[in-house]
């Protein structure tokens, strides 16, 4: 009978294996692969190829794949690199579903390497067989009880769905997948995809998504292949409740490269990657230590959650440094209602003060029913989130009876609730860890890091995308142009968008200049237009603070003499003659660009000195809507600049978030735009708006 299964779903749940390779020796790569099947007790069919042996642990081998019978589900061959493609083909003609290769010496290596390994999956893809590697360590389903790897391995029980552990990297895939056993979460499948020839990180996704066996994604990805598809995907894990975490190095330029040598992947840019994923709900982090704590933290609670952390200890210290910790990493503590006060006041000690973080004091050494009674009163306030218990254990009798005092109301709470017993690797009481394990709540020794997790999950919640609101609309550029845009024309097309640019018009010669000026009055500023000018200073075509009508022939003469001398063969479209802005304007960045791969973002952030100072900027996928804008500015370095600093009135945040929005939609009505810029937007008090002073568009 016919499998309907796909190529991937009987590779990772076959019903039959073959190994080529197959060997008896004791640590050899074939022999490992056998030791693992039998440690799992794989209870499908066993095919064994092997040209020297008649049999193996009594199971019969063959010579070639072409004597293995029709349809196997999962080979796995072990066997070098220069015999891979005559292996593949074999496969082909048996029907074989999915093939796992071992061998490096392909894309990751050189050119040849990469040609061999395009000749292999193309004749994958021609028999409809996928591939898993080459250049990695195999994967193990542990929900099912399927190891295909050379990796020792040992059988995990679990309980309910588990994680998926996906990275190109086999020993990083070990890693974090020993990382989360020994936490006690559940791994349901791991993955090393090495090159991936034929599969992707983002071919596992789309089918285990649905898969009741997953509850959550760990992946460690170099190259992200297909950021469209991984876009899509991504939007449906998070409509699934089954969070994505991804750990994603090639911020640096060293790592791109390393990237590249590793994995034989192209890097794309890493801040465009990072804003378009978390606005489909991936959680990225910045370490291995994230990933761990991050993928602990969702798989207990996979729904996203806004709101402050509460933090309780019995330790006052520990509130000054969480104060200050959690103000360097974003995390907030909110203040507590009225009725939260009254509730504590009504369990702690009278010279308990009351507040968050909490000190609930020694007092529960003697009553350890104050950790409860505590956290209870602080998960029920709304303002806070997120619950830290982070405590000092004391000693062996100790830390259980305060773990048991609070058991009750961590396991009953929605809200994300982790417990930190400090004293970094002081030994802690074995029935206390076995109890803390079979909760499922997640546990920390280090309040940093259980912060620094919190912290993700805090905007991970904010950074969800807000779909009721209509989004600005846009129609394609009726322009012929390529390359760079003249500013005056891509000031006609800002203000078709509804966006506000100084007065003034385009003079072709100096009466008109004269006439622009003397109608939207002095003083003007003059630039010098033409669509082969994109940086005007650069060829002195800019004047300022042009006062009356003799200042401005002696500067309309000055302009088109600077730009004579810069380019003598510039044909100039004439001079944009504007009224200076008024003054008290902050200067601000909105921008946009088209990544190849991506598509197309925006950027908003402070301008002017700012700029150069702090580097103060926000990247946004083009489609942000106008609040999930707003949010970002108050998320810039310099946000106190937009609230009003030492006495001056809160800038028209609206007016730039719309301008954003607006660039956003333009960006996605006409895919041949590669880059908007206006720089600066003075930005003016609340409800008087915000004028783009220069635009530069850039063409395909």
């Not at 956290?375 to 254990?393: I, N, Q, R, S, T």
């Not at 609309?473 to 500013?487: I, Q």
């Not at 402070?606 to 946004?620: C, K, P, Q, S």
């Amino acid at each position: 009978m016919t499998d309907l299964r796909s190529p991937l779903a009987r590779l990772l749940r076959p019903r039959s294996i073959a190994v080529v390779g197959a060997s008896p020796e004791p640590l050899s790569v074939g022999n490992n692969v056998l030791v693992n099947l039998r440690r799992f007790a794989y209870g499908g069919a066993l095919h064994f190829v092997s040209r020297s042996r008649a049999e193996i642990d009594g199971v019969p081998c063959v010579a070639s794949i072409d004597d293995l019978p029709m349809g196997v589900d999962a080979l796995v061959l072990i066997v070098p690199a220069q015999a891979v493609l005559e292996s593949i083909e074999a496969c082909a003609r048996r029907g074989v579903g999915g093939v796992v290769v071992f061998a490096s010496g392909f894309s990751e290596q050189d050119e040849a390497g990469a040609q061999a390994q395009a000749a292999f999956a193309k004749v994958a893809r021609d028999a409809n067989m996928v591939v898993l590697g080459p250049n990695c360590i195999g994967c193990v389903n542990y929900a099912d009880g399927v190891p295909l790897t050379f990796e020792p391995v040992e059988p995990w029980p679990t309980k309910g769905p588990g994680v998926c552990v996906v990275a190109q990297s086999g020993a990083m895939q070990g890693n974090i997948r020993y990382a989360l056993m020994g936490r006690g979460v559940a791994v349901a499948q791991s993955v090393s995809t090495g090159n991936e020839a034929v599969l992707s990180a983002e071919d596992y996704l789309d089918l285990l998504i649905e898969d009741p066996a997953i509850s959550a994604f760990s992946l460690f990805v170099e190259q992200i292949r297909d950021p469209q598809r991984f876009l899509a995907l991504a939007r449906r894990a998070r409509v699934a409740a089954k969070p994505i975490v991804l750990l994603h190095p090639g911020q640096s330029h060293r790592a791109r490269e390393a990237a590249k040598s590793h994995t034989g992947a192209l890097a794309g840019d890493h801040a465009i990657m990072r804003a378009c994923v978390e606005r489909e709900g991936v959680i990225v982090v910045g370490g291995l230590d994230e990933l761990f704590d991050v993928t602990t933290l969702v798989t207990r609670y996979p729904r996203p959650v806004t709101g402050g952390v509460g933090v309780l200890s019995n330790s006052g210290a520990l509130r000054g440094f969480s104060l200050d910790f959690c103000e360097e990493i974003g995390l907030d503590l909110p203040e507590l209602s009225q009725s939260t006060h009254d509730a504590l006041r009504a369990v702690l000690p009278s010279f308990a003060a009351i507040d968050n973080p909490l000190d609930i004091t020694a007092a529960g050494m003697q009553k350890p029913s104050l950790f409860g009674d505590a956290a209870a009163a602080l998960l029920d306030e709304p303002k806070v989130g997120f619950l830290l218990v982070a405590a000092m254990g004391g000693g062996k009798p100790q830390q259980l009876n305060k773990w048991r005092a609070m058991r009750p109301v961590l396991e009953a709470t929605s809200k994300p609730v982790a417990v930190v017993y400090m004293g970094d690797d002081y030994p802690l009481d074995p029935q206390f860890m076995e109890e803390m394990r079979e909760s499922g709540i997640p546990f920390f020794r280090s309040p940093d890091r259980a912060l620094r997790a919190l912290a993700r999950l805090s905007a991970h919640g904010r950074l969800q995308p807000q779909t009721h609101e209509p989004a600005p609309s846009a129609s394609p550029l009726a322009l012929e142009t390529h390359g760079p845009v003249a500013e005056w024309r891509g000031k006609e097309i800002l203000n078709g968008l509804g966006m506000a640019t100084p007065q003034g018009g385009l003079a072709r010669d100096l009466d008109e200049a004269r006439a622009i000026a003397a109608r939207i009055g002095y003083p003007v500023v003059i630039k010098a237009q033409a669509d082969a000018l994109a940086h005007k200073s650069e060829a002195g075509g800019v004047i300022v603070g042009v006062a009356d009508e003799a200042a401005l022939v002696e500067a309309h003469g000055r302009l088109l003499a600077n730009v004579r001398a810069y380019d003598a063969a510039l044909a100039l479209d004439g001079v944009l003659v504007e009224r200076m802005a008024p003054r008290g304007g902050l200067e601000m960045i909105v921008g946009a660009r088209r990544d190849p791969l991506w598509g197309p973002v925006i950027v908003v952030g402070l301008g002017g000195v700012w700029t150069e100072a702090l580097h103060d900027a926000r990247l946004l996928p083009a489609q942000a809507s106008k609040s999930e804008i707003v949010a970002a500015l108050g998320q810039l370095k310099g946000a106190a600049l937009l609230g009003g600093l030492r006495g001056a009135a809160p800038r028209d945040v609206d007016a730039i978030a719309q301008i954003a929005a607006s660039i956003g939609a333009l960006m996605q009505a006409d895919p041949r735009i590669v880059e908007i810029d206006v720089n600066p937007v003075n930005v003016y008090a609340q409800g008087e708006g915000a004028l783009a002073l220069d635009a530069l568009i850039v063409m395909k």
